[in-house]
Every structure is written in structure tokens, then in C-alpha cells.
């Protein structure tokens, strides 16, 4: 018989409590044959609140069952609390897991980290708005995520007396998968007594921590590093936000596989992103990193180091682009590395599409400060198609620190399409003021092509060791070269074609000549057309927002405009929808956009631009078009069918139509775009003329009359890329001969890929100047790879008694094209003839006939891959249905399977299929979900939709916590516990403030209604003079106890006697009131509550826009319009002011 044990558990349980009550079930049950203690060793474990009442234990005593029994309890025991919820909150209100209260919250912090970590990994959640005070080391553990609401702060307490070295963050011993995002991290550097950059306070350190990520943090008013980390790989530092360190916002000490994007530094002591001790796979990329001139740190923006020899860790594989570095006193890039051989070890730097404006502008002449790039012992570093503007002594500099030993090798820097301009050096410095300059020309050789070096005070270059070629000195015609605000200057090049401003195509009047001036072997495939077949100087050279050539290539295509809409849900509200286009692409450039907001109406155009709102007459269906028109006068239209109702609006279906010319074509029309090419070569081989070449004949012929013929063709393939699928490619020869004459046979061509041979030697008997034929009259392969083999890949027959028709006859030759694209054979063209070369002589004309468009030719349709279109991003709630439609992907040969993969994190990548397709979340959170379709040649193409999933919506409702009258016949008067509200005026006019407390609300809540209730019960059976308008603004702060008609503060008075306020557009004392109710003069109070429509106010003091001042009633007329609510004073709590908020 067992003797009772009870364990207590509270009847209401706060919503945040973690516990899993089927735990405290197995915790009774095992309590019946353990002592409590031996359950709980640490009461945290289980119910980790601090200063909160836990579970009233009453244990009597018990009954040891066997030994074999108890290590089933506890194997089992562990195994559900391991299971159970892996994420637990912190809080300073007691609604947390673990609650803090500004003093040592490093305790509570490092409870919840250890009880994290004891799981095997989990999240810590940091609750805002709360600043977290931490006066010792938070230690993460292995598969942890520590993350926060955007307004949590951890802070350093001021005057911390740490030693150097001791970091404010850091990992368990070798602890791996570690991410920390979403919060503020604050040195409190102000208040801590210590010199920047001595190591002091680093805010995370982490050493041996593979599959680091910190991502979306602010990290602000540091002593030290902001993520410093070693001897690691698989790092992300990603889209933070980085103000005013003291040492670097990065460091990675001897690391590989590192991606630094998004983020944006203002540095102040060293750099913003530094790779030491040798670094490989390190990407850093679309990066904003600047400082302020006023300052006097000499630190470079990003940079690579290895300062002493002892050890031979090398640099490779690095890659740094698509940043913009301005306002430094440092340089931009500063790379120098130290070895103790003479083996390159550091070597294949890559970078381009960069920024540099106002950068090394130290005021001393340190050397490795003063130029926007400064390398040394780099090898194989290539520098092309950046903008250097001002880079101080020099735009790229060799420099070699003092005291530091040099190998004694060669190295090699390629710059080109660059422009380097506006340096200006010092004239204390000699050889400064130049683009280029290479202090140590014995190590150091820069190959220079194709730059634009303009402008440099003492000129383009300085010292020995340059291969110079093809450079410019010349005005590169910027949009905006001068603006003085150094991160908004605009480099994309004038052109009077086109060139790109904000997501449009903009036309200038004269060009620059830097379009088209690039390296000849540089890549310009990304650039639009017309384009010229040659890359752009400059940051946006080979890409798609290079400006337009005024040269146009004839193989060039203009493709039409695809329109997109969306609905955004953030903006939608009631009847009013916001529609955004911006989402719409062309390949040169969108001119205008015009809307038509109900097609029942006829075709109009009620609106322009990429983004407008239109608010309904009242809730229903409507056919939406959207029309956009390129810069070739190609337009393109879409509708969506959307439900409009009293929250929101929505797609019911879409789809979209591209036009030419004012004429519809089919969506595969839309997508599909030719190609005709004319031969460069063909030539005839007859074998009565054996040894003779015939490769300006006006005919090819093929078959046999009196002499068997057979032809060569070969088109130019080279534009296309070996990763091109075809759709088709038709060889096209138009038939002339024999005219009027039947023939005794059938003649069927065949097209076989013929042996390699040479136009101008090619006959019957030999393929070259030097080689015969192995077989006299050709040889070749079939379809299958068989020399001589007899399956063609083509064949036309042209019976007997058929005459030429004067039209053009097709072969479908694109097995044999796609293997000469795809690179499986060298392109040696085709080979014609007769499959029996017996009485079945034709002829067709060749390149050299004088009627153009009767020669031969060859169109190829390149299969375009898939676009896929996941649709808007959602917002959704969690246990419905949420649709997800895909239907607006496109193909131009029809898509054929459609793969959605609903959460990127799980790793299962296909979870639905169908163009629409339904999912119910059932965790609230941010989702990352993916469309893959595939199209019938198997390309793929994907899309995302960001997803929030939200709890259901709440209700809450709130009273007065105070409410105060302003009365002018009683000025200095304060009315703060009377038990009615009056707004109007009788003899004197009369207003009131509210206030509620908001602060239960997190700043990320949605407010989809606010309503204030007012209890109308006075004039009784009394009708007034006029209308009485209620409105309510947004007041400026007040205190109850001292306000008044006069006054706001104990010691402040309003500026305007009987209140300031704001209104909805935030104009002070302004006329357009958040809510406004009449109260019409014949009505009489109703004894019941009137609404006022408060939703926009709340949401602005629930977000944190505005600071909570509650709510200034006044009526609009005040002039025989007096009337009065209940209080909050009023005897009867159900006839009290109330504020009812729904939200999610």
C-alpha cells in the first residue's frame, strides 16, 4: 500500500508557462517510489520563474520499489522532458519562463541557457520592450538559437571592471550551431572607463563554433569586437545593424567559409568586417560600410590580414562585391599577408562591383590608410569593375608595412573596368594624388586594362611594374558624381538610350563614353540590350542595370513587359486597397503603369504609377487590370479578380496577356523568341567535278541525275551558352528545282553531322587542304554515332511528281543542334543528301542567291527556363487553411509539375503539389515557403513567399486607468474624480483626456480594432441648440494629478488653454480628428454605449510610433452642443468608459 504524496498544481497557469502538465503526471506517478528532491534536483528544470509561486510540494513518506523499476521511471521520466517544448522566454514583468529585474540578469539569462543547453539545444527568447542589465558572461551552449523581440536590449551594466579579454557572449566549449538574431546588444561604452579596441568587452567570442550565425541584431556602443570568432567555418553575419564598436564588427581569426552580407556599419575604431590569420570561401557582399570624417581612426572598412610570419595559413577564395564603402579616414579594402617561405599562400581575391566614395582620407600619411584598396603579398588579386571616387593618395595602392617581412616573389594584381578618379593626394606625399600607384614594383605587377583613370590630381599612375592597355582619361558622365552626400551618389552612366534610375528606364542627352569601353574578354551577358556585345566600365558592367548601348546587336531581342500584381495586406483595410506593381519586370525597362479598377465599367484608366490605393463604394468582386508598357511601346496587360471586404481584400484567381503592336498573342507566344541565323558557309560537292570547290555557287543540289551532289552547310553557333535548352531549331531550304518537271524517284534528303572539313578546300574527294575524304563524296555521322550509319537526323521526302512550290521547306534539326550547343560535338554544321542518289536530282538555294529571304536558314527557339510566381507574401493564422496559389508561373512550353516546400528549415523539400495548393500551420512563426516548378524540358525554377503565422485573434478589453474634465469656467481647476465626462459647451466649453494602459501589447502586435465606449446619459429628455460632433485627437502629454484648462504638468502649462493635441495627420491642433461620432441635437440619450473607431490611435501607441498620451475629446463646434458620458468615477462599472482591442 503506498502512502500518499501529493504534488500542487495552480488552477490558472499564466499562457506563457512552459510546463507540460503531462510531465507533472509522470512526476505524481514517480513521486509515489522517489523522493522530490531526486526528481528535481533544480526546481528551474521544470518551472524556471523566478520569484514565482511553484508547485506546493506535500510529501509524506514513501515506498522504494525494486531497483530494476526506478531506472524504468527514470529513463522514462527523461525522455519526456526531453521531448517537450524547446523554447522558453525571459521577461521582467513575471510572465516569463525566467523573470529579470534589472539587477544581475545575467543570472536568469544563463539559468535559461543552461536549462537550453541540458536539452541538447533549444531558444531562448528575450521579451520586449525590456533592457536586460548583465554584469557577467552569458555562456550559449551547443544547437542554441538566443533571440528577442526587436526592442530587447541586453546592456552592460556601466563600470562592468571586467578583465581585458572577458567577452559579454560566448560558446561553451567548442559549442556548434549557434544562431543569435532579432535583439540589441549595447556596450554602454560611454560608461565604462577603458580604451576602444584593448579587447575590453567583446560583445561575442566564440572559438571552435562551426554553423555561427548572427543575423538581424543592432549591435551599438561597443568597447570591442561585435562578433569575434576563430578557428571556426560556416559563419553567417548577416543584415545587422552596427553602430559606433570599439575594435571590428567582425573579426574571423583563422576561419573558412564565411558570409558577411546585408549589414550596415558605422565603424569607429577599426573595421567593419576583418578576416585574419588566413581565411578560404569567404564571401562579403551587398554590405553599406562608412564611418565619419570627423573622427581620427585610420581603420579600413574590410580587412585581410596575417601580420606575422610564423605560420603559413593561407588566403584563398575570397570574394567581396556589390558593397558600397564611403566616408572612411581608412581605406576601403586593406589586404597584407606574412609568410616565413617563398610559397604564395594567399592568393585569389576577387573584387568588383564596389563603391568606394571619400575613403582614405587620413589626415598622416600611415601608407596603408591613404587609398581605397591598399594590398600586398596578395597574389592573382583581381579588381575589376568598381568605382573608386577619392580614394585619398591613391585608388589602388602596393604598399608594404614597415617591419614586416616581404618573399621574395612576384606578384600579380589585374585591374580593369574600373573608374578611378577624383584623387587628390597631398603634395607633402610624394607620388600620392594618382589612381594607380605600386610602391614596390620588384614584387608587385599590375595588369591594367580597359579603366577609366580620370581626374587624379597628379595623374594616372605612379611608380614601375604596370602592363598598361586600352585606358581612358576621360569624364565617365555619371547620373550623379557630385552629390555631396557621399552614400547617394549615382554612378550608373549616362545614356541616351537608357539607363537605369529606381526600377525605371531613364533617357539622357548625351552618353557616356564608358558604355561599351570594357575588356574585350570580360562577360557582358547580364547586361540589357541593345548592349553593343561588350561590357560597361564601371560598378554596373555586366549587369542588368548596365546602361543601354547605342549600338544594337541584330541577334538582340526586345522582350515585352510581364505585369505583376499584389495586394499588399498591411495596407488593406476596409473598402481601401493598396495595389503594388513594383514586382513587374522587363528586360530594358517599364515607362508607365496604368490601372483600371473595375473592368464592369468599361476600359479606363482610373489611376497611374507602380503603387496606388482605391477604396470601394461597398464590399464585392472586382476585375482588376493592371497595363504596363515598355520602352519599345510593347504593353502588357493582368487582372486579378479580388473580394473586397469590410477587413480585407484578397485574389480570387489572375492571369496575364502580353500584346504587340495592339494585338493579343497567346501566353506561349509570350514567352517564345526566335532566332535566325543565315549560313556562314555551304558547299557543294559534285562528283563529276571530284577535286573542285564549289563554294560560290547560287544553288545547293542533292541527289542524282547525271551526277551524284551532296551539300555542306555550317551556321555560327558560338553566341549561345552550353547550358541552353532548345525548344526547336528548323533548318529551312526553299525548294526551286527542277521547275515544272516531275522526277523518275522519290528524293529524301537527309541531314547527317558531317567530319570536320574546311570551306575553302572541301570537295568531293577532300575535307581539307591536306586530308581525302575516307570515303570519296563525305563522311559523317548518324544520329547514333555510327560512322557512315544510315539514321539521319532529319529527313524530308519530296515525291517523284511534286514540282517545287516556291516556298521554304523545314527540317527539324534539333537533336543535332542542342549536342553542338551542349558542347557533346564540335560544330562541324550539316550534311545533305539523297538517301538513294538515283533519278532524284533537286536543288535549292544557297547563301550565295541573290534574294535574301529565299536563302537557307536556321531558326532556334531557346527553351526559356520556367518563371516561377509563388504569389504575395501571407499573413495567416494558425489552425486554417492558408492557400497558396501558383498559377501566375509561366513557361513558354507549358509547366508540368509544381513542388511547394512549406517550411525551408525542416528539410523536406516537397510537401504539396498543384498549381494551388492548401497547408495549416499549426505553430506560430516565420515562414519561409517554396514553389519549384518544372517545365517539359525539366528546367526549374523557383520562388518564395514569406509567410507569418500569427495566434488567433484576441479580444481585450480595458478601463479608464485615468480620466480627467478641462474646464474653461475653472481653469486652474483639476476634474479628476468626478463621475461624468462633458465634451461641448453650454455657457463654458468643456473637453476631457483618457487614459488606458497599453503596455500588456508587444510593439510586433497587429491592432485590427479599437473601440472606446462612451455611456451617453446626459441631457435627459433635453434636446440642444445644435449637433453635437464628439472628436477624439491624440493629446500631448499630461499628468492627472495637475491637469487642467491651463495646465498639462505640475509645472508646464498647455500652449493652447484647453489643450494641445495632434491629429490623425499628425498636425498639431490640427482638424482631421483619429474618431469622430454626431450626436444629432433632436436625439436624446439612448442609455447605452456609443462607439468611436480608435484602431489607427491604438495601433500608433502600440507600436511604439507615439508614446501612450490616451485620448483628447472635444467637440468640433462647441457652441450649444453640451452633453456627458460616465466616468470612470460612475458608481455602476458597466456604464464606465471602455476600450475594447482586438488583436493578433
Not at 552547310?713 to 526551286?736: E, G, Q
Amino acid at each position: 500500500m503506498f502512502e500518499s504524496d501529493f504534488i500542487y498544481i495552480p488552477e490558472k497557469s499564466s499562457k506563457e508557462n512552459r510546463l507540460n502538465f503531462s510531465h507533472v503526471q509522470l512526476l505524481v506517478l514517480c513521486h509515489h517510489f522517489f523522493p522530490v528532491p531526486l526528481l528535481l534536483p533544480e526546481c528551474h528544470h521544470i518551472s524556471p520563474n523566478k520569484n514565482k509561486h511553484f508547485n506546493l510540494l506535500k510529501r509524506t513518506t514513501g515506498l522504494l520499489i525494486s531497483l530494476s523499476l526506478s531506472f524504468l521511471f527514470f529513463s522514462v521520466l527523461f525522455t519526456v522532458i526531453s521531448s517537450a517544448a524547446t523554447t522558453v522566454y525571459i521577461d521582467t514583468d513575471g510572465t516569463g519562463d525566467y523573470n529579470c529585474d534589472g539587477h544581475n540578469d545575467h543570472v536568469e539569462i544563463n539559468q535559461a541557457l543552461e536549462y537550453i543547453n541540458s536539452l541538447g539545444g533549444g531558444t531562448v527568447y528575450l521579451r520586449g520592450p525590456n533592457t536586460y542589465w548583465i554584469d557577467s558572461t552569458l555562456y550559449i551552449g551547443a544547437n542554441t538559437i538566443l533571440t528577442g523581440d526587436k526592442n530587447a536590449e541586453i546592456k552592460l551594466v556601466p563600470y562592468a571592471g571586467w578583465s581585458s579579454g572577458t567577452p559579454m557572449i560566448t560558446n561553451r566549449k567548442s559549442a556548434d550551431n549557434i544562431t543569435i538574431t532579432g535583439f540589441i546588444i549595447n556596450g554602454n561604452s560611454a560608461n565604462q572607463g577603458v580604451s576602444l579596441g584593448k579587447g575590453y568587452y567583446n560583445m561575442i567570442y566564440f572559438i571552435g563554433a562551426d554553423n555561427t550565425k548572427v543575423t538581424n541584431m543592432r549591435l551599438e556602443w561597443g568597447c570591442g569586437d561585435g562578433l569575434k570568432i576563430r578557428n571556426s567555418k560556416g559563419i553567417i553575419f548577416s543584415n545587422n545593424d552596427v553602430y559606433k564598436l570599439g575594435h571590428d564588427a567582425f573579426y574571423a581569426l583563422a576561419c573558412s567559409d564565411i558570409k558577411v552580407f546585408g549589414n550596415t556599419v558605422f565603424t569607429r575604431t577599426n573595421s567593419a568586417c576583418r578576416l585574419s590569420g588566413g581565411a578560404r570561401n569567404a564571401a562579403i557582399y551587398d554590405n553599406i560600410f562608412f564611418s565619419s570624417l570627423s573622427g581620427d581612426s585610420t581603420g579600413p572598412a574590410i580587412e585581410l590580414d596575417k601580420s606575422w610570419p610564423s605560420g603559413t595559413n593561407i588566403f584563398d577564395n575570397i570574394e567581396i562585391y556589390n558593397n558600397r564603402i564611403h566616408t572612411l579616414n581608412g581605406a576601403g579594402i586593406w589586404m597584407f599577408a606574412s609568410y616565413p617561405d617563398n610559397a604564395i599562400h594567399a592568393r585569389n581575391v576577387h573584387i568588383h562591383h564596389n563603391i568606394f566614395t571619400k575613403v582614405g582620407q587620413y589626415k598622416t600619411n600611415t601608407g596603408y590608410s591613404n587609398a581605397a584598396i591598399v594590398l600586398c603579398s596578395f597574389d592573382n588579386t583581381i579588381i575589376e569593375n568598381n568605382v573608386i571616387d577619392d580614394g585619398g593618395h591613391a585608388g589602388i595602392k602596393w604598399y608594404t608595412r614597415p617591419g614586416r617581412p616581404v618573399q621574395d616573389l612576384v606578384y600579380t594584381t589585374i585591374i580593369r573596368n574600373n573608374i578611378i578618379m577624383n584623387c587628390n593626394g597631398v603634395s607633402s606625399v610624394t607620388g600620392s594624388g594618382v589612381g594607380i600607384w605600386n610602391t614596390d614594383p620588384s614584387r608587385s605587377t599590375f595588369i591594367v586594362q580597359n579603366n577609366d583613370i580620370y581626374n587624379n590630381k597628379n595623374g594616372q599612375i605612379y611608380g614601375g611594374g604596370f602592363i598598361m592597355s586600352n585606358n581612358l582619361n576621360v569624364d565617365p558622365l555619371c547620373a550623379d558624381q557630385t552629390n555631396p552626400n557621399f552614400g547617394a551618389r549615382d554612378y550608373h552612366l549616362k545614356s541616351k538610350t537608357g539607363r537605369y534610375l529606381n526600377g525605371k528606364l531613364v533617357k539622357d542627352p548625351i552618353s557616356s563614353p564608358l558604355i561599351d569601353a570594357g575588356y574585350q574578354g570580360s562577360a557582358y551577358i547580364n547586361e540589357p540590350s541593345p548592349n553593343g556585345g561588350r561590357i560597361n566600365i564601371g560598378r554596373y558592367g555586366n549587369t542588368v542595370q548596365a546602361s543601354r548601348s547605342d549600338i544594337s546587336l541584330s541577334n538582340q531581342l526586345d522582350y515585352p513587359p510581364v505585369p505583376i500584381i499584389v495586394l499588399d495586406p498591411d495596407v488593406t483595410q476596409n473598402y481601401t486597397v493598396s495595389f503594388n506593381a513594383d514586382s513587374s519586370t522587363d528586360d530594358i525597362g517599364i515607362v508607365s503603369y496604368s490601372w483600371n479598377f473595375d473592368l464592369s465599367k468599361g476600359v479606363s484608366a482610373d489611376a497611374t504609377g507602380s503603387k496606388v490605393n482605391y477604396t470601394y463604394g461597398k464590399a464585392g468582386t472586382y476585375t482588376v487590370m493592371l497595363t504596363i508598357v515598355d520602352t519599345s511601346g510593347q504593353t502588357s496587360s493582368a487582372t486579378v479578380l479580388i473580394s473586397v471586404g469590410n477587413t480585407t481584400a484578397y485574389v480570387v484567381s489572375s492571369e496575364t496577356s502580353i500584346l504587340k503592336d495592339n494585338e493579343t498573342i497567346s501566353e506561349s507566344e509570350n514567352e517564345t523568341f526566335s532566332d535566325i541565323h543565315f549560313p556562314v558557309y555551304d558547299n557543294r560537292l559534285r562528283a563529276s567535278l571530284a577535286n573542285y570547290v564549289l563554294s560560290n555557287s547560287t544553288y545547293l543540289d542533292i541527289g542524282k541525275r547525271s551526277s551524284a551532289c551532296r551539300d555542306l552547310i555550317l551556321f555560327n553557333l558560338s553566341t549561345y551558352n552550353t547550358t541552353d535548352i532548345l525548344s526547336n531549331a528548323t533548318l529551312s531550304l526553299y525548294w526551286y528545282y527542277p521547275s515544272g518537271t516531275p522526277r523518275n524517284n522519290d528524293t529524301v534528303v537527309e541531314i547527317y553531322r558531317p567530319f570536320a572539313w574546311d570551306p575553302e578546300y572541301v570537295s568531293w574527294n577532300y575535307q581539307n587542304s591536306t586530308a581525302a575524304w575516307i570515303i570519296p563524296g563525305g563522311n559523317w555521322f548518324d544520329r547514333n554515332g555510327t560512322a557512315m550509319g544510315s539514321e539521319p537526323y532529319a529527313a524530308l521526302t519530296f515525291a517523284a511528281a511534286d514540282i517545287p512550290d516556291n516556298r521554304y521547306y523545314e527540317f527539324d534539326v534539333t537533336e543535332l543542334v542542342q549536342e553542338y550547343i551542349s558542347g557533346r560535338y564540335n560544330n562541324t554544321g550539316f550534311f545533305l543528301k539523297a538517301r538513294n542518289e538515283s533519278g532524284n536530282y533537286i536543288a535549292f538555294y544557297s547563301s550565295d542567291w541573290s534574294n535574301v529571304s529565299q536563302r537557307p536558314k536556321l531558326t532556334i527557339i531557346v527553351d526559356k527556363p520556367p518563371i516561377a510566381n509563388a504569389g504575395s507574401d501571407i499573413i495567416t493564422t494558425v489552425g486554417i487553411d492558408t492557400t497558396f496559389n501558383g498559377s501566375l508561373s509561366t513557361d513558354d512550353n507549358g509547366i508540368v509539375s509544381y513542388s511547394w516546400d512549406f517550411d525551408s528549415s525542416d528539410g523536406i523539400t516537397s510537401e504539396a503539389n498543384g498549381s494551388t495548393v492548401t497547408k495549416v500551420f499549426t505553430t506560430t512563426g516565420n515562414y519561409t515557403v517554396t514553389l519549384t516548378v518544372t517545365d517539359s524540358k525539366g528546367q526549374t525554377s523557383s520562388d518564395t513567399v514569406d509567410v507569418i503565422v500569427r495566434k488567433p485573434l484576441i479580444s481585450t478589453s480595458h478601463t479608464a486607468v485615468y480620466d480627467n474634465r478641462l474646464r474653461e469656467s475653472s481653469s486652474k481647476t483639476v476634474f479628476s474624480t468626478s463621475s461624468y465626462l462633458d465634451v461641448g459647451k453650454s455657457a463654458y466649453r468643456c473637453r476631457d483626456v483618457l487614459w488606458f494602459n497599453l503596455s500588456s501589447y508587444n510593439t510586433t502586435d497587429i491592432i485590427y480594432n479599437a473601440t472606446l465606449s462612451l455611456y451617453w446619459y446626459y441631457p435627459q429628455n433635453a434636446m440642444r441648440k445644435n449637433d453635437t460632433v464628439v472628436e477624439i485627437y491624440r493629446p500631448l502629454e499630461w499628468e492627472p494629478e495637475y491637469v487642467s484648462w491651463n495646465c498639462r504638468l505640475s509645472d508646464t502649462k498647455w500652449t493652447n488653454k484647453g489643450g494641445d493635441w495632434s491629429d490623425l495627420n499628425n498636425i498639431s491642433q490640427g482638424k482631421t480628428p483619429y474618431a469622430s461620432l454626431t450626436f444629432s441635437a433632436n436625439d436624446t440619450p439612448g442609455n447605452r454605449y456609443y462607439d468611436f473607431n480608435v484602431t489607427k490611435l491604438v495601433q500608433e501607441y502600440v507600436s511604439g510610433k507615439y508614446n501612450n498620451t490616451g485620448f483628447f475629446l472635444k467637440a468640433k463646434n462647441e457652441n450649444g452642443d453640451y452633453i456627458a458620458f460616465y466616468s470612470s468615477e460612475w458608481s455602476n462599472t458597466s456604464q464606465r468608459p471602455k476600450l475594447t482591442v482586438t488583436y493578433q
